[in-house]
Every structure is written in C-alpha cells, then in structure tokens.
C-alpha cells in the first residue's frame, strides 16, 4: 500500500485519496439522520491509473527503479563501486553520446548526490536515462519494481464494493 501512495503521490492524486479517507464524505455521528440511516450508503471505490502518456508511465517506472537502487546502496555501499565499474565499461565501449551524463553520474556516485537523479526535473529525467544504477539490482527486485508498475497501469482499485 505504501508504494501505491508514493506511486499516487508522483501522479498528483495523493489528494482524492485523502479525501476519500477523511470523513468529509460521511455524515457526522452527532447528526440524528445518521444513527437513523438502516442502510449504509453506497461503497466509495476509486480506481487509480497511471494513464495514457507511455512516457510518463517510463519515467514513473524509471524513478522506482532508481529510488530502490539509492535504497539498497544504503545498505550495501559496495554496490556504488559495481556501477561505477559499469559506467567504465560503458565509457570503453566507444559511444560518446551520453559521455557527458555519465561524467555526471561518476560525480553523483562519488559524492552520493542522490537528489540529483532522483528530482523530477528535466536533468534528472535526462540522466536516468543514462544510469547505471538500475543494473545493480537484483532481478527479483528490478522485476518486483515492474510488475507494480504494470499493476498501476491497469488501474489500483482502493475502497470496497
């Protein structure tokens, strides 16, 4: 539930779930038509997708992968080295394209600037693209990270019927 939120939260809709959790769209118990009511009123269901725009869905999925990499270099700092490794295997292999955002991703590892990969901004869109962070977690992880995305495309139904 609680990777739904943060996923809900990334989408801008953390706020109907809040309100369909407070009692705003009950009636007070103080109220006498309340305590009077002999059937409850109709189940409040919200389904919740990720939408259309399959590069938003990415970039979603892209910043799950990331932030559970962040999560397990925590744990296991040797992980920081097994990306840079990546990153110099990368470099040798002739293509300069993204030569500029790996430089970048060397000094975030270096310095555990993790805020710059994990923003939402354009750079940090940029430079996931670029990353080798996704390549030290474990398959189990990487395809746990996936399948909740997939589950959030068809939609998350909270409440009851």
């Keep these: 539930m609680g990777t739904y939120l943060r996923v809900m939260s990334a989408l801008g809709v ?3 779930l809040a309100l369909v959790a407070s009692d705003t769209l009950r009636p007070p118990q103080d109220e006498p038509d ?3 009511a002999k059937q409850p009123g109709p189940p409040v269901q919200v389904v919740v997708t990720a939408g259309n725009a399959q590069h938003e869905v990415q970039d979603l999925q892209s910043l799950m992968l990331h932030k559970e ?3 397990l270099m925590h744990q296991q700092p040797e992980l920081i080295q097994q990306a840079l490794n990546t990153l110099d295997k990368w470099r ?3 293509d300069t394209r993204s030569r500029f ?3 970048e991703w060397s000094v975030i590892l270096h310095r555990k600037a993790w805020r710059r ?3 939402r901004t354009r750079r940090s869109k940029e430079l996931r693209q670029a990353s ?3 390549t030290v977690l474990p398959p ?3 395809q746990s990270v996936l399948d909740q995305v997939q589950e959030l495309i068809r939609g998350v139904t909270l409440g009851s019927r």
């Design 34 to 36: 309340a305590r009077q």
């Design 117 to 119: 990969a994990l923003a």
């Design 92 to 94: 040798g292999s002739g």
């Design 101 to 103: 955002l790996w430089d």
């Design 132 to 134: 080798p962070l996704p």
């Design 14 to 16: 953390s706020g109907d």
């Design 140 to 142: 189990e992880v990487r």
């Design 69 to 71: 990499a962040v999560r």
